[in-house]
C-alpha cells in the first residue's frame, strides 16, 4: 500500500506540522505511540485528554488519513479500527528525502553549502558520521563498477 507524502512543507511549523494539519500529527503521533490498532474512540479520548475537541473530528481527520494512505481501516461491526500504513521513522525519512530532492533540484550548490555550514557549526561527531556515510557509498559506486566491468 503506497501512502502520499503531503506535497505541502509549511516553513514555520514545527515537526509533522511542516507536512501534516495539526490535527492530521497529532493523530499520526498518538497512532504510533500506542503501537497497535487504535480506535477512534481510542484517539479520541487521548486527544480530548488533553483539549477539547468533538468525537466527529477525530473520525473525520481518521477517515481523511486513510484515504491518503497513511492508515489502514476496517470496521468490526460499527466500530472502525485503524492501524498505520508506515512508521514514523520511515515517514519522517520519506518527507525529508522529498525535501531534499527538491531543494537539490532546484538549489543544488546552495543546498549543500548552508548543510555543511550548519553541520560545521554545530558538532565534529556529525560530521564524522557524515564522511563514513561518503566513503561507504564510494565502496558502494567502486564494487558497482567493478561489476559492470566484470559482466561487460
Same mark, same amino acid.
Given at each position: ?45 487521548? =486527544? !480530548?485528554?488533553?483539549? %477539547?475537541?468533538?468525537?466527529? $473530528? ?6 481523511? @488519513? #486513510? *484515504?491518503? +494512505? ?45 548543510? =555543511? !555550514?550548519?553541520?560545521? %557549526?554545530?558538532?565534529?561527531? $556529525? ?6 556515510? @561518503? #566513503? *561507504?557509498? +564510494? ?14
Amino acid at each position: 500500500m503506497k501512502y502520499r507524502i503531503p506535497a505541502e512543507f509549511r516553513l514555520g511549523m514545527r515537526g509533522l506540522d511542516k507536512v501534516l494539519g495539526k490535527l492530521e500529527s497529532e493523530i499520526m503521533e498518538v497512532v504510533w505511540r500506542k503501537g497497535c490498532q487504535v480506535s477512534i474512540r481510542d484517539v479520541y479520548e487521548e =486527544i !480530548q485528554a488533553n483539549r %477539547k475537541i468533538a468525537y466527529t $473530528t477525530v473520525m473525520t481527520v481518521m477517515s481523511r @488519513l #486513510a *484515504a491518503k +494512505k497513511l492508515l489502514q481501516k476496517w470496521s468490526v461491526g460499527n466500530t472502525h479500527y485503524f492501524l498505520p500504513t508506515i512508521t514514523r521513522e520511515e515517514f519522517t525519512r520519506s518527507v525529508v528525502g522529498k525535501v531534499m530532492d527538491s531543494l537539490l533540484d532546484d538549489f543544488a550548490d546552495v543546498t549543500l553549502a548552508h548543510f =555543511i !555550514q550548519r553541520v560545521q %557549526k554545530d558538532d565534529r561527531e $556529525t560530521i564524522h558520521r557524515l564522511e563514513t556515510i @561518503l #566513503a *561507504a557509498h +564510494k565502496e558502494e559506486e567502486l564494487q558497482k563498477d567493478d561489476n559492470d566491468d566484470a559482466t561487460g
